[in-house]
Protein backbone atom coordinates (compact mmCIF):
# COMPACT_ATOMS: atom_id res chain seq x y z
CA UNK A 1 0.00 0.00 0.00
CA UNK A 2 1.55 3.44 -0.73
CA UNK A 3 1.69 6.06 1.36
CA UNK A 4 -1.02 8.17 -0.19
CA UNK A 5 -3.70 5.58 -0.44
CA UNK A 6 -4.87 5.86 3.03
CA UNK A 7 -5.15 9.36 1.83
CA UNK A 8 -7.47 8.41 -1.13
CA UNK A 9 -9.60 6.13 0.71
CA UNK A 10 -10.32 8.45 3.63
CA UNK A 11 -11.56 11.02 0.90
CA UNK A 12 -13.35 8.27 -0.75
CA UNK A 13 -15.56 7.51 2.58
CA UNK A 14 -15.84 10.79 2.87
CA UNK A 15 -17.38 11.66 -0.43
CA UNK A 16 -19.67 8.71 0.18
CA UNK A 17 -20.77 9.48 3.07
CA UNK A 18 -21.86 12.88 2.09
CA UNK A 19 -23.59 11.03 -1.07
CA UNK A 20 -25.49 9.10 1.33
CA UNK A 21 -26.50 12.13 3.53
CA UNK A 22 -27.26 14.30 0.67
CA UNK A 23 -29.63 11.00 -0.83
CA UNK A 24 -30.82 10.45 2.71
CA UNK A 25 -31.70 14.29 2.69
CA UNK A 26 -33.61 14.40 -0.36
CA UNK A 27 -35.80 11.15 0.34
CA UNK A 28 -36.91 12.76 3.96
CA UNK A 29 -37.53 16.14 1.97
CA UNK A 30 -39.60 13.56 -0.79
CA UNK A 31 -41.27 11.40 1.65
CA UNK A 32 -42.54 15.52 4.03
CA UNK A 33 -43.65 16.16 0.55
CA UNK A 34 -45.61 13.40 -0.51
CA UNK A 35 -46.87 13.05 2.85
CA UNK A 36 -47.90 16.99 2.45
CA UNK A 37 -49.86 16.70 -0.21
CA UNK A 38 -51.61 13.51 1.00
CA UNK A 39 -52.19 15.35 3.80
CA UNK A 40 -54.14 18.02 1.59
CA UNK A 41 -55.95 16.03 -0.22
CA UNK A 42 -57.26 13.68 2.24
CA UNK A 43 -59.26 17.27 4.15
CA UNK A 44 -62.38 17.63 3.44
CA UNK A 45 -62.58 20.67 3.11
CA UNK A 46 -60.19 20.63 0.12
CA UNK A 47 -62.37 18.03 -1.77
CA UNK A 48 -65.22 20.25 -0.75
CA UNK A 49 -63.64 23.48 -2.63
CA UNK A 50 -62.88 21.24 -5.21
CA UNK A 51 -66.33 20.30 -5.56
CA UNK A 52 -67.70 23.92 -5.34
CA UNK A 53 -64.72 24.46 -8.70
CA UNK A 54 -66.98 21.50 -10.90
CA UNK A 55 -70.70 22.94 -10.02
CA UNK A 56 -69.82 25.97 -11.48
CA UNK A 57 -69.10 24.93 -15.69
CA UNK A 58 -71.87 22.68 -14.73
CA UNK A 59 -74.17 25.39 -13.68
CA UNK A 60 -73.18 27.62 -16.83
CA UNK A 61 -73.76 24.67 -19.16
CA UNK A 62 -77.48 23.63 -17.70
CA UNK A 63 -78.45 27.75 -17.70
CA UNK A 64 -77.20 27.98 -21.56
CA UNK A 65 -78.97 24.92 -22.16
CA UNK A 66 -82.03 25.50 -20.78
CA UNK A 67 -82.69 28.82 -21.91
CA UNK A 68 -85.23 30.02 -24.36
CA UNK A 69 -83.35 31.72 -26.18
CA UNK A 70 -79.05 31.08 -26.64
CA UNK A 71 -77.05 34.22 -25.15
CA UNK A 72 -75.81 36.68 -27.79
CA UNK A 73 -72.96 38.77 -28.26
CA UNK A 74 -71.43 40.30 -25.37
CA UNK A 75 -74.09 38.80 -23.04
CA UNK A 76 -72.66 37.24 -20.26
CA UNK A 77 -69.41 36.75 -19.53
CA UNK A 78 -67.10 36.03 -22.02
CA UNK A 79 -67.12 33.41 -24.93
CA UNK A 80 -70.55 32.57 -23.09
CA UNK A 81 -72.48 33.19 -26.71
CA UNK A 82 -70.21 30.21 -27.96
CA UNK A 83 -71.05 27.72 -26.01
CA UNK A 84 -73.91 26.27 -27.74
CA UNK A 85 -71.16 26.32 -30.86
CA UNK A 86 -69.06 24.36 -29.16
CA UNK A 87 -69.17 22.27 -25.79
CA UNK A 88 -65.33 23.41 -25.13
CA UNK A 89 -66.50 26.66 -24.96
CA UNK A 90 -67.69 25.83 -21.41
CA UNK A 91 -64.64 24.79 -19.73
CA UNK A 92 -63.29 28.50 -21.14
CA UNK A 93 -65.85 30.28 -20.13
CA UNK A 94 -65.87 28.51 -16.55
CA UNK A 95 -62.26 29.14 -16.46
CA UNK A 96 -63.01 32.59 -16.80
CA UNK A 97 -65.17 33.24 -14.56
CA UNK A 98 -63.62 31.57 -12.12
CA UNK A 99 -60.30 33.61 -11.92
CA UNK A 100 -61.69 36.58 -9.99
CA UNK A 101 -63.20 35.33 -7.27
CA UNK A 102 -63.75 31.37 -6.52
CA UNK A 103 -60.06 30.31 -7.79
CA UNK A 104 -58.67 33.10 -5.45
CA UNK A 105 -60.75 32.08 -2.39
CA UNK A 106 -59.52 28.16 -2.21
CA UNK A 107 -55.71 29.74 -3.19
CA UNK A 108 -56.37 31.71 -0.39
CA UNK A 109 -57.51 28.94 1.58
CA UNK A 110 -54.90 26.28 1.40
CA UNK A 111 -51.87 28.59 0.77
CA UNK A 112 -53.00 30.65 4.40
CA UNK A 113 -53.51 27.64 5.93
CA UNK A 114 -49.66 25.84 5.22
CA UNK A 115 -47.93 27.54 8.35
CA UNK A 116 -50.84 28.84 10.37
CA UNK A 117 -52.92 25.90 10.59
CA UNK A 118 -49.68 23.73 11.63
CA UNK A 119 -49.03 26.18 14.28
CA UNK A 120 -52.67 26.39 15.59
CA UNK A 121 -52.96 22.60 15.63
CA UNK A 122 -49.50 22.91 17.40
CA UNK A 123 -47.88 20.24 15.12
CA UNK A 124 -45.45 22.80 13.42
CA UNK A 125 -42.82 21.95 16.00
CA UNK A 126 -42.70 18.42 15.47
CA UNK A 127 -42.09 19.12 11.67
CA UNK A 128 -39.17 21.23 12.63
CA UNK A 129 -38.49 18.41 14.92
CA UNK A 130 -37.20 16.47 11.73
CA UNK A 131 -33.84 16.77 9.73
CA UNK A 132 -35.64 18.46 7.21
CA UNK A 133 -35.11 22.02 8.31
CA UNK A 134 -36.85 24.97 8.24
CA UNK A 135 -36.04 26.24 4.69
CA UNK A 136 -37.03 22.53 3.03
CA UNK A 137 -40.44 22.45 5.20
CA UNK A 138 -41.73 26.22 3.87
CA UNK A 139 -40.30 24.83 -0.07
CA UNK A 140 -42.50 21.46 0.46
CA UNK A 141 -45.21 23.62 1.72
CA UNK A 142 -45.08 25.96 -1.24
CA UNK A 143 -45.07 22.93 -3.53
CA UNK A 144 -48.47 21.36 -2.13
CA UNK A 145 -50.22 24.74 -2.20
CA UNK A 146 -49.00 25.23 -5.82
CA UNK A 147 -50.10 21.80 -6.63
CA UNK A 148 -53.51 22.71 -5.75
CA UNK A 149 -53.23 25.71 -7.82
CA UNK A 150 -53.11 23.45 -10.56
CA UNK A 151 -55.58 21.12 -9.50
CA UNK A 152 -58.07 23.76 -9.42
CA UNK A 153 -58.43 25.11 -12.40
CA UNK A 154 -57.72 21.33 -13.39
CA UNK A 155 -61.17 20.60 -12.25
CA UNK A 156 -62.59 23.20 -13.71
CA UNK A 157 -61.76 22.44 -17.04
CA UNK A 158 -62.59 18.64 -16.84
CA UNK A 159 -65.93 19.57 -15.52
CA UNK A 160 -66.41 21.76 -18.38
CA UNK A 161 -65.15 19.73 -20.92
CA UNK A 162 -67.74 16.72 -19.75
CA UNK A 163 -70.85 19.04 -19.20
CA UNK A 164 -69.99 21.05 -22.59
CA UNK A 165 -69.35 17.52 -24.51
CA UNK A 166 -72.55 15.76 -23.65
CA UNK A 167 -74.90 18.85 -23.58
CA UNK A 168 -73.63 20.81 -26.65
CA UNK A 169 -71.18 18.35 -28.60
CA UNK A 170 -67.74 18.97 -29.84
CA UNK A 171 -66.14 20.14 -33.46
CA UNK A 172 -63.99 22.40 -34.98
CA UNK A 173 -63.87 25.62 -32.90
CA UNK A 174 -64.28 29.44 -34.47
CA UNK A 175 -61.46 30.81 -32.22
CA UNK A 176 -61.56 34.82 -31.25
CA UNK A 177 -59.69 35.45 -34.82
CA UNK A 178 -61.71 34.11 -36.47
CA UNK A 179 -59.76 31.09 -37.92
CA UNK A 180 -61.31 27.81 -37.62
CA UNK A 181 -59.12 25.14 -35.40
CA UNK A 182 -59.56 21.56 -36.17
CA UNK A 183 -61.01 19.69 -32.38
CA UNK A 184 -57.59 18.63 -31.16
CA UNK A 185 -56.07 21.84 -31.60
CA UNK A 186 -59.04 23.25 -29.61
CA UNK A 187 -58.45 20.20 -27.19
CA UNK A 188 -54.96 21.62 -26.59
CA UNK A 189 -56.15 25.07 -26.59
CA UNK A 190 -58.54 25.03 -23.90
CA UNK A 191 -55.72 23.45 -22.02
CA UNK A 192 -53.03 26.06 -22.69
CA UNK A 193 -55.89 28.41 -21.04
CA UNK A 194 -56.08 26.44 -18.18
CA UNK A 195 -51.93 26.47 -17.35
CA UNK A 196 -52.43 30.37 -18.11
CA UNK A 197 -54.91 30.10 -15.15
CA UNK A 198 -52.89 27.95 -13.41
CA UNK A 199 -49.57 29.80 -13.47
CA UNK A 200 -51.70 33.23 -12.77
CA UNK A 201 -52.28 31.71 -9.07
CA UNK A 202 -48.74 30.72 -8.62
CA UNK A 203 -47.91 34.50 -6.99
CA UNK A 204 -50.62 34.59 -4.69
CA UNK A 205 -50.47 31.31 -3.16
CA UNK A 206 -47.25 32.77 -2.04
CA UNK A 207 -48.42 35.90 -0.63
CA UNK A 208 -50.63 33.47 1.22
CA UNK A 209 -47.57 31.45 2.70
CA UNK A 210 -46.27 34.56 3.42
CA UNK A 211 -49.02 35.63 5.45
CA UNK A 212 -49.25 32.44 7.07
CA UNK A 213 -45.78 32.75 8.63
CA UNK A 214 -46.84 35.92 10.73
CA UNK A 215 -49.78 34.41 12.27
CA UNK A 216 -51.25 31.27 14.10
CA UNK A 217 -54.55 31.72 13.15
CA UNK A 218 -54.89 30.29 9.70
CA UNK A 219 -58.83 31.97 9.37
CA UNK A 220 -56.44 35.23 9.69
CA UNK A 221 -54.45 34.23 7.03
CA UNK A 222 -56.86 32.94 4.42
CA UNK A 223 -59.10 36.26 4.80
CA UNK A 224 -56.25 38.52 4.60
CA UNK A 225 -54.70 36.47 1.25
CA UNK A 226 -58.07 36.59 -0.16
CA UNK A 227 -59.01 40.35 0.29
CA UNK A 228 -55.85 40.96 -0.86
CA UNK A 229 -56.63 39.54 -4.33
CA UNK A 230 -59.75 41.61 -4.66
CA UNK A 231 -57.84 44.86 -3.71
CA UNK A 232 -55.62 43.80 -6.74
CA UNK A 233 -58.04 43.72 -8.87
CA UNK A 234 -59.98 46.87 -7.70
CA UNK A 235 -56.58 48.81 -8.38
CA UNK A 236 -55.97 47.15 -11.74
CA UNK A 237 -59.54 48.69 -12.36
CA UNK A 238 -57.98 52.55 -11.82
CA UNK A 239 -56.53 54.74 -14.48
CA UNK A 240 -54.75 56.97 -12.37
CA UNK A 241 -52.87 53.79 -11.08
CA UNK A 242 -51.71 52.67 -14.63
CA UNK A 243 -48.48 53.01 -13.87
CA UNK A 244 -49.07 50.45 -10.90
CA UNK A 245 -51.00 47.77 -13.50
CA UNK A 246 -48.22 46.03 -14.81
CA UNK A 247 -46.94 45.19 -11.25
CA UNK A 248 -50.23 43.84 -9.75
CA UNK A 249 -50.24 39.97 -9.74
CA UNK A 250 -53.38 39.90 -11.23
CA UNK A 251 -52.71 42.14 -14.50
CA UNK A 252 -52.53 39.45 -16.79
CA UNK A 253 -55.42 36.86 -15.03
CA UNK A 254 -57.38 37.31 -17.90
CA UNK A 255 -54.84 37.64 -21.11
CA UNK A 256 -55.65 33.69 -21.60
CA UNK A 257 -57.68 35.08 -24.50
CA UNK A 258 -54.65 35.60 -26.34
CA UNK A 259 -54.02 32.06 -26.72
CA UNK A 260 -57.67 31.60 -28.58
CA UNK A 261 -55.50 33.63 -31.32
CA UNK A 262 -54.64 32.20 -35.10
CA UNK A 263 -51.14 32.37 -33.93
CA UNK A 264 -51.14 31.99 -30.51
CA UNK A 265 -50.14 35.27 -29.38
CA UNK A 266 -47.52 33.98 -26.44
CA UNK A 267 -46.38 37.63 -25.19
CA UNK A 268 -48.75 37.94 -22.39
CA UNK A 269 -48.46 34.22 -21.46
CA UNK A 270 -44.67 35.07 -21.06
CA UNK A 271 -44.87 38.12 -19.35
CA UNK A 272 -47.24 36.37 -16.59
CA UNK A 273 -45.22 33.28 -16.08
CA UNK A 274 -42.55 35.53 -15.70
CA UNK A 275 -44.66 38.17 -13.18
CA UNK A 276 -45.37 34.95 -11.08
CA UNK A 277 -42.17 33.67 -11.18
CA UNK A 278 -41.18 37.55 -9.27
CA UNK A 279 -43.81 37.26 -6.96
CA UNK A 280 -42.87 33.70 -5.87
CA UNK A 281 -39.11 34.35 -5.54
CA UNK A 282 -40.41 37.75 -3.44
CA UNK A 283 -42.75 36.54 -0.98
CA UNK A 284 -40.69 32.90 -0.84
CA UNK A 285 -37.79 35.27 0.25
CA UNK A 286 -39.83 37.14 2.93
CA UNK A 287 -41.68 33.56 3.76
CA UNK A 288 -38.03 32.01 4.71
CA UNK A 289 -36.82 35.55 6.31
CA UNK A 290 -39.77 35.15 9.17
CA UNK A 291 -40.01 31.38 9.28
CA UNK A 292 -36.21 31.10 9.80
CA UNK A 293 -36.40 33.13 13.10
CA UNK A 294 -40.00 32.08 14.28
CA UNK A 295 -40.68 30.68 17.21
CA UNK A 296 -42.30 27.74 17.44
CA UNK A 297 -41.89 26.83 20.77
CA UNK A 298 -43.93 29.25 22.68
Given at each position: ?????????????A????????????????????????????????????????V??????????????????????????????????????????????F??????????????G?????????????????????????????????A????????G??????????????????????????????????????????????????????????????????????V??????????????????????F?S??????????????????????????????????????????
Open positions: MSPGEPAVGAARRAVATGDAVGARRGRVGSLFASEVGLLFRRGRTWAMLAALAIPVLLALVVYFSAEPPGPGEGPPFLDRVTQNGMFVAVTALVVTTPLLPLTIAATAGDTVAEAAHGTLRYLLAAPAGRGRLLLVKYGAAALFCVAPAVVLVAWVVGLVLFGAGPVTLVSGDVASTGEALVRTLLVAAHVAISMLGLAAIGLFISTLTDVPVGAMAATAVLAVAQVLGQLDQLAWLHPWLFSHYWSVDLLREPISWGSFTDNALLQAGYVAFFGALAYGRFATKDVLS
